[in-house]
């Protein structure tokens, strides 16, 4: 017989979340503060560089992740939940896995194919995967920012309900995934 699912998710899949989730939102702000006019030249380059390097540190913890996911046994929905909390929950939690692919990738895309440099991976001798291009840039450019509306509405979802079962329902979902290292 299959193991039951677990009660809740296990040590490094609860790291993984709770290290992406520091990365993630200051990687948003970043964003949209760095791309604001009149910013001064220092600040605006420096939160340049802190969002194309950690981006491609995210692009690696996202691959790990989706690996963990897709091999690693988690909990099965939580206890209690109507049918359409459960289905907005699994299609909450799938488009996040996409737009944590879907963002360092195309912020990747857009930064080579433009020809810009990425201090880290230039540091390391890692040279462009994809090949300058106008084109590709702008496309690339295009998807980035529509995902960061994407990404940035669904979180705010995901917060929300989060907080909700943490703090008003106190059913359990909270401690499935919190604290980042489970005691005992
Ligand atoms: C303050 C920020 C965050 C809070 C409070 C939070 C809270 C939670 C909670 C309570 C769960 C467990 C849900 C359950 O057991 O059904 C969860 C799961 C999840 N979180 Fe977050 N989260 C945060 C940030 C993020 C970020 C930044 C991402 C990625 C962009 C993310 C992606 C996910 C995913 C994909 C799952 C489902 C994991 C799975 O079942 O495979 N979270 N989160
Ligand atoms: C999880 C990873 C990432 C998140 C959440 C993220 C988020 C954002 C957000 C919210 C913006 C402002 C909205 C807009 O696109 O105009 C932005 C812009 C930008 N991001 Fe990212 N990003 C990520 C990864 C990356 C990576 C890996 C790179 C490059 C190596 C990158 C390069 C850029 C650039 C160049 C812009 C300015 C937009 C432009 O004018 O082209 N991003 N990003």
Same mark, same amino acid.
């Given at each position: =017989?299959?193991?039951?699912?677990?009660?809740g998710?296990?040590?490094?899949?609860?790291?993984?979340?709770?290290?992406?989730?520091?990365?993630i939102?200051? =990687?948003?702000?970043? @964003?949209?503060?760095?791309?604001q006019? *009149?910013?001064?030249?220092?600040? +605006?380059?420096g939160?340049?560089?802190?969002?194309?390097?950690?981006?491609?540190?995210?692009?690696?913890?996202?691959?790990?992740?989706?690996?963990?996911?897709?091999?690693?046994?988690?909990? *099965?929905?939580?206890?209690?939940?109507?049918?359409? +909390?459960?289905?907005?929950?699994?299609?909450?939690? @799938?488009?996040?896995?996409?737009?944590?692919?879907? =963002?360092?990738?195309?912020?990747?895309?857009?930064?080579?194919?433009?020809?810009?440099?990425?201090?880290?991976?230039?540091?390391?001798?890692?040279?462009?995967v994809?090949?300058?291009?106008?084109?590709?840039?702008?496309?690339?450019?295009?998807?980035?920012?529509?995902?960061?509306?994407?990404?940035?509405?669904?979180?705010?979802?995901?917060?929300?309900?989060?907080?909700y079962?943490?703090?008003?329902?106190?059913?359990?979902?909270?401690?499935?995934?919190?604290?980042?290292?489970?005691? @005992?």
């Amino acid at each position: =017989m299959a193991d039951p699912a677990p009660q809740g998710y296990a040590a490094r899949q609860r790291l993984i979340h709770w290290a992406m989730a520091v990365l993630i939102l200051p =990687m948003v702000v970043a @964003g949209f503060v760095m791309i604001q006019q *009149g910013l001064p030249r220092g600040l +605006q380059n420096g939160l340049f560089i802190f969002h194309k390097n950690v981006g491609v540190l995210l692009l690696l913890l996202a691959v790990l992740r989706i690996a963990l996911r897709l091999t690693a046994p988690r909990p *099965g929905p939580a206890q209690g939940l109507a049918p359409w +909390q459960r289905q907005a929950a699994r299609a909450s939690h @799938g488009l996040l896995y996409a737009l944590i692919l879907i =963002m360092p990738l195309s912020g990747y895309i857009r930064v080579r194919a433009g020809g810009f440099p990425i201090e880290a991976l230039d540091r390391l001798g890692l040279p462009s995967v994809v090949p300058r291009s106008d084109a590709l840039a702008t496309a690339a450019k295009a998807v980035h920012e529509f995902g960061a509306y994407a990404l940035a509405a669904v979180l705010c979802l995901h917060i929300a309900a989060a907080l909700y079962h943490a703090l008003v329902l106190r059913d359990g979902v909270w401690s499935r995934i919190w604290p980042p290292v489970p005691k @005992g």
